[in-house]
Every structure is written in C-alpha cells, then in structure tokens.
C-alpha cells in the first residue's frame, strides 16, 4: 500500500505539504498542489476517509446497518446485504456493514465520524429507533422498508399491501371463497413491518370480496415444521382448498407435502400462491405462482436515491415498488 512518505518523496515535497493539500487546511500553491496530484494518481494513493472529508471530498463509503439476532433468517437478510453490496459497487461505493443487534449504536457512530456518504437501513421495525437518529444526523439516510412513522424520510420497499390485494384477487376470481394464509412467526409480527403490511393488504381485500380468511402463524421464533403442518391439516378439514403462503421456503415444501399425502394437485384440486418470496420458487417441487420480493429491485433504487441525495437531487419520500404476478398454473378454479 503506497503510503504519504512515498508521495512526497514522488513529488519532491514535506509530508506536511502533502497533508495540507489534500486536507486544505492551508493553502498551497497550483503547481505544488499539480505535483502532489500526479504523484497521488501515478502511485494509486488512497487518503484516508478523514482527510477526504477534511477536503470536503466523499469518502465513497455507504454504511449498512443490518442487525443480525438469533432469530434473524440469515438467507433473507443476507440477499438483501448483497444485492445492496453489488448496487453500491455499480456506482463506486464501499460498503461499510454494522450487524450491532443494538442498531442505534452503529448508526450513531459512523454518522459522528464522517467516515461515510450515506447510511442505508435494513431490517426495518415497526417503531425502528434508527428513525430518530435519521432525523437528527446530517449524513443522508435511506430506509430499505418502512416504519410506521415514515414522516420525512426517504424509504424504499415493496408494496406489501398492493400484493395482499393481487394475491386476493386472483384466488377470488377463481371463485374460492375460502383463503388460508400460512403467514410469517410470531415474532416476525411484532419485530418487522412488512409481514403486518401484507395481512393489512390481504385482509382489507377478504372484507372487501366477502370472503373468509384464516391466518395462521408458522411457529414462535422460527419456522416449526409440527406448527406448518397442522395449519396445513385444519385448513384441509375446514374444506379450504386455497392457500397464500407468505413465508420462508420451508414453510411451501410442508405444505406442498401435505397436500400431497392427501392426493390433491396444486393446480387442479387446490391453490396456492406465494406471496412475496424473497427466494427462488422456482426450486421448489411443485411449480407455484408467485409475487416475487426481489431484492435487487428496492436494494437499486435505495443506492440511487443515496447518491443523488448527495447531489441534492432527491427528496424525501416512500417508494413503494408494485407487485408482479408470476403465474404458472398453481390457481385452480373452485369446485374443480
């Protein structure tokens, strides 16, 4: 790693001459601060983030806050860290992770030690203390979800109402007049907003098309395969025959076997819809319609609406993504 003794010997200067013009903390001549600038490029020079920023130059870091707990489903999250890892380094930046499961702290550090450009915000709860701070550092905040108090803040997310609506919608058309939703954990209900969006979503549309709803949890703090499974079990005695699954990939493959060993055919006996799979559907074994949560999608914009807030381009507000519908053969008309 080239260091600033090397510099300044390439350019022919004190080390305090090299500090003064890349800081500018006191002035230094055009042809002096040209010598230094040849020899920074010739070498690959990389000041460090606090004389970038002395410079009022960006130090083309993001920080990433993503608290990681025991009950967090690591596949998940860890597509969204990556999908945001690789948008950032499209538009030449860093990221900088903070996994604190106490997120304020993290946050509150990196935003006192301008060691960043802009602060993104996964895993966003309901009542998120990270709201507070956002509203009180300087250093541009975006949120990849949505708290309950969004007043003022940029956040980006899927339309997790809009897809309890599509997914609704499409079993009702099928004339199904019964829907059971095999939701997240209990846990996931209290700690995360976008499971309670997508039940808002599917419940306003059940009022609103006069249909019965069950909903039924997958377990306490994780996917509990007995739990799955008897939901799955009732829902089949109380003559459902159409099923949202808004939950992890464990949760479909419980499911898909039980109606399995009860000889119905998804498809052509029963229903099902996935709704908002931040997985692959496609691996599992019976092909399923599914409105997809695509990582790369929220985790895009996010990093565009970072770097144009540095440019002062872009203003607070929520950007809900639309859901798409991915059919495949999975909704069988009632009756049939």
């Not at 499961?101 to 935003?111: F, H, I, K, P």
């Not at 997240?184 to 599917?202: A, D, I």
């Not at 079990?233 to 992890?248: K, N, Q, S, T, Y």
Request: include cysteine.
């Amino acid at each position: 790693m080239t260091t600033i003794h090397e510099v300044a010997h390439a350019a022919g200067v004190s080390i305090s001459t090299v500090s003064y013009a890349l800081s500018g903390k006191r002035p230094v001549s055009e042809k002096t601060r040209k010598r230094i600038e040849d020899a920074v490029h010739t070498l690959g020079y990389e000041p460090d983030a606090g004389a970038r920023m002395l410079a009022g130059r960006r130090t083309h870091i993001f920080a990433l806050t993503e608290p990681l707990r025991a009950d967090t489903h690591a596949p998940t999250h860890m597509a969204f860290v990556l999908a945001t890892a690789v948008a950032a380094r499209r538009q030449g930046y860093d990221i900088l992770l903070l996994t604190d499961e106490q997120t304020s702290e993290g946050m509150n550090r990196v935003a006192a030690s301008n060691l960043v450009d802009a602060i993104l915000v996964l895993d966003v709860a309901p009542d998120d203390e990270r709201v507070a701070i956002a509203r009180t550092v300087r250093t541009p905040t975006v949120f990849i979800g949505l708290p309950d108090d969004s007043e003022g803040l940029t956040c980006v997310d899927l339309d997790f109402e809009a897809v309890g609506h599509l997914a609704v919608d499409r079993l009702a058309d099928a004339g199904h007049e019964r829907i059971t939703l095999l939701g997240q954990t209990e846990v996931s209900y209290r700690r995360s907003n976008f499971p309670r969006r997508l039940l808002h979503g599917v419940q306003e549309r059940i009022a609103a098309r006069g249909i019965a709803l069950t909903w039924s949890v997958t377990g306490a703090a994780s996917t509990e395969p007995a739990a799955v499974r008897a939901a799955a079990e009732e829902a089949l005695a109380r003559g459902d025959r159409a099923f949202i699954v808004h939950a992890v990939d464990d949760v479909h493959e419980i499911l898909l076997s039980v109606l399995d060993e009860h000889g119905l055919t998804v498809g052509a006996d029963v229903a099902v819809i996935s709704a908002a799979a931040s997985f692959d559907t496609a691996m599992l074994s019976v092909p399923i319609d599914t409105i997809p949560l695509i990582p790369q999608q929220s985790c895009e914009l996010a990093v565009d609406l970072a770097v144009r807030s540095l440019d002062g381009e872009a203003a607070p507000r929520i950007h809900l993504i639309p859901p798409e519908y991915r059919a495949v053969g999975s909704v069988s008309p009632a009756g049939d």
